[in-house]
C-alpha cells in the first residue's frame, strides 16, 4: 500500500511540474534588411558581406566581403498605401477628432484583420570576408494581428546576439566548394501582449498619449533569457552557377526564459547592466530548425561589369516547417534579381512566396542606402495572412 501511495505521490508531483509546461515558438533571428527583401528573400546562394551573418555562413569566403562600422535598418510590418494615409490624416488641419479618430481606426482595424500590423529597427557592425564573420547586431520588434481590432493581440521583442564563425573554401574536381559554421548567442526579452493589452496600447498610441502608453509598457509581463543558436551552410560554384545548402538554428534554439516586467527590466539594465532575477519561466521557447537551398546564377561580363552586374537567385526555405506542418509548397519559393550599375546603382525585384517585391539601392563610397517593398506570408496558406511591409537601410560600409 505504501509503494503505490509513493508511486501515485510521484506521478502527481511529476505531472503538476510538467503536465502544463507548453512549448512556444520563437521568432527567428533575421533583421529585414531590404538588399535580400528586394529579392524575394532570396539569399542563400547570393550570400555574401553583411546580410551572410544571417544567411549562409559559407558566405563568409565569398566575394563582396564588406566591414560595416555601423547598419541601421528600419521597417514597417503595413502596406504603404495605409501608411500613408494615416500619414495624410495626422497632417489635416481638420478640427474633428472624434472623425479623425473613426478615420484612423478604419485604417488600423484593415491592416489587423487582413496582414497585421507593427514595426522594427536593427543596428548593428560586422566583419565578413575572407572566411570571417563577426557580427553584433541588436533587433527589436513588433507585430499585432487579430480578427477585428478589438480581438487584436500581439507581441514585442528585442534581441542582442553576437555572430562569430568560419568558412574554408577549396577546390574539387574543378568545382569550388566551400563550407562555414557559426555560433550565435542571443539575449532576447520578449513580451507577449493578450488582447486586453494589446487593445489597450493600441488605442493609447492611436490617441498620442505617449506618456501614458510608455506608462503602461513597463508595466507588461515580459520573458527574458539567453539562446545559442548554431548554423552551417555549403556552397558549391561551377562557372556562373552557385549552389547552396543550409541549416540554420540547428536542432532548434531554445531560450531558457525567467519572467519579469518591462519595467523591471528597464530599470536592472538602467541600474546596474544586468537583467533582474525574476522567476522561472517553465514553458519552452524554441526558434524552430531551417533547412535551406537555393541556387544562383552570376555571371562574369569582364570589362562590363563596372557598367552592368546581373545576379539571379532562387531558394527553397522553410522547407521543414512545410514538410511537418503542412503548409503551401508555395511559401518555400523565393526568387529575385538584382542588377548593379555603374558600381553605385542596384535595382532589384523579386517573387516572395508567390507574392511580388522591389527595391533599390546607392553606395558613394562609403555610404549605403537601400530599401524595399515586400510582402511576406505569414499563414498556412498563400492568402491567408499576406503581411505586406517596407524597409529601408542607412549603412557606413567598405
Known amino acids: 500500500m505504501m509503494r503505490k501511495t509513493l508511486l501515485f505521490a510521484i506521478t502527481f508531483l511529476l505531472i503538476a511540474a510538467f503536465g502544463f509546461s507548453e512549448t512556444y515558438t520563437e521568432e527567428p533571428f533575421l533583421p529585414l534588411n531590404p538588399e535580400f527583401m528586394a529579392m524575394g528573400g532570396a539569399f542563400v546562394a547570393a550570400s555574401h558581406g553583411y546580410n551572410a551573418l544571417f544567411f549562409n555562413p559559407a558566405g563568409f569566403a565569398?566575394?563582396?566581403?564588406?566591414?560595416?562600422?555601423?547598419?541601421?535598418?528600419?521597417?514597417?510590418?503595413?502596406?504603404?498605401?495605409?501608411?500613408?494615409?494615416?500619414?495624410?490624416?495626422?497632417?489635416?488641419?481638420?478640427?474633428?477628432?472624434?472623425?479623425?479618430?473613426?478615420?484612423?481606426?478604419?485604417?488600423?482595424?484593415?491592416?489587423?484583420?487582413?496582414?497585421?500590423?507593427?514595426?522594427?529597427?536593427?543596428?548593428?557592425?560586422?566583419?565578413?570576408?575572407?572566411?570571417?564573420?563577426?557580427?553584433?547586431?541588436?533587433?527589436?520588434?513588433?507585430?499585432?494581428?487579430?480578427?477585428?481590432?478589438?480581438?487584436?493581440?500581439?507581441?514585442?521583442?528585442?534581441?542582442?546576439?553576437?555572430?562569430?564563425?568560419?568558412?574554408?573554401?577549396?577546390?574539387?574536381?574543378?568545382?569550388?566548394?566551400?563550407?562555414?559554421?557559426?555560433?550565435?548567442?542571443?539575449?532576447?526579452?520578449?513580451?507577449?501582449?493578450?488582447?486586453?493589452?494589446?487593445?489597450?496600447?493600441?488605442?493609447?498610441?492611436?490617441?498620442?498619449?505617449?506618456?501614458?502608453?510608455?506608462?503602461?509598457?513597463?508595466?507588461?509581463?515580459?520573458?527574458?533569457?539567453?539562446?545559442?543558436?548554431?548554423?552551417?551552410?555549403a556552397t558549391a560554384k561551377l562557372g556562373p552557377l552557385t549552389f547552396a545548402l543550409t541549416a540554420r538554428d540547428i536542432g532548434g534554439t531554445t531560450f531558457a526564459y525567467t519572467d519579469s516586467t518591462v519595467g523591471q527590466i528597464y530599470t536592472s539594465l538602467s541600474d546596474d547592466g544586468t537583467l533582474p532575477d525574476g522567476s522561472e519561466n517553465t514553458d519552452t521557447y524554441v526558434i524552430p530548425m531551417d533547412i535551406c537551398g537555393g541556387v544562383s546564377f552570376h555571371p562574369d561580363l569582364g570589362g562590363l561589369r563596372f557598367l552592368i552586374d546581373p545576379m539571379v537567385s532562387v531558394d527553397c526555405q522553410d522547407i521543414i516547417d512545410v514538410i511537418q506542418e503542412g503548409e503551401s509548397p508555395w511559401k518555400l519559393l523565393h526568387a529575385g534579381a538584382e542588377v548593379k550599375l555603374l558600381s553605385l546603382f542596384s535595382a532589384r525585384a523579386g517573387l516572395n512566396q508567390g507574392y511580388l517585391t522591389a527595391g533599390a539601392g546607392v553606395k558613394l563610397l562609403f555610404l549605403d542606402a537601400n530599401f524595399a517593398v515586400y510582402t511576406r506570408e505569414l499563414g498556412t496558406n498563400i492568402g491567408d495572412k499576406p503581411c505586406s511591409g517596407m524597409s529601408f537601410e542607412f549603412a557606413i560600409r567598405f
Not at 181 to 187: C, I, K, L, T
Not at 212 to 226: E, N, P, R, S
Open 62 to 233: 565569398a566575394d563582396g566581403g564588406s566591414l560595416t562600422l555601423a547598419s541601421t535598418t528600419v521597417w514597417v510590418h503595413s502596406r504603404p498605401d495605409a501608411v500613408y494615409e494615416i500619414a495624410q490624416s495626422l497632417n489635416t488641419d481638420a478640427v474633428d477628432e472624434s472623425a479623425l479618430m473613426t478615420q484612423i481606426l478604419g485604417v488600423v482595424n484593415d491592416q489587423v484583420t487582413t496582414g497585421g500590423f507593427g514595426a522594427g529597427a536593427s543596428a548593428g557592425i560586422g566583419l565578413v570576408g575572407g572566411g570571417l564573420g563577426l557580427g553584433l547586431v541588436a533587433m527589436v520588434d513588433s507585430y499585432f494581428w487579430g480578427p477585428t481590432i478589438l480581438g487584436v493581440s500581439g507581441y514585442a521583442t528585442a534581441t542582442v546576439a553576437f555572430v562569430g564563425g568560419l568558412a574554408i573554401p577549396f577546390d574539387l574536381l574543378g568545382i569550388k566548394f566551400t563550407v562555414g559554421g557559426d555560433v550565435r548567442p542571443m539575449v532576447r526579452i520578449h513580451a507577449p501582449l493578450n488582447n486586453s493589452e494589446a487593445l489597450s496600447l493600441v488605442n493609447t498610441i492611436i490617441g498620442g498619449d505617449m506618456d501614458k502608453a510608455l506608462t503602461d509598457i513597463q508595466q507588461l509581463d515580459a520573458m527574458h533569457g539567453v539562446g545559442i543558436g548554431l548554423d552551417a551552410g
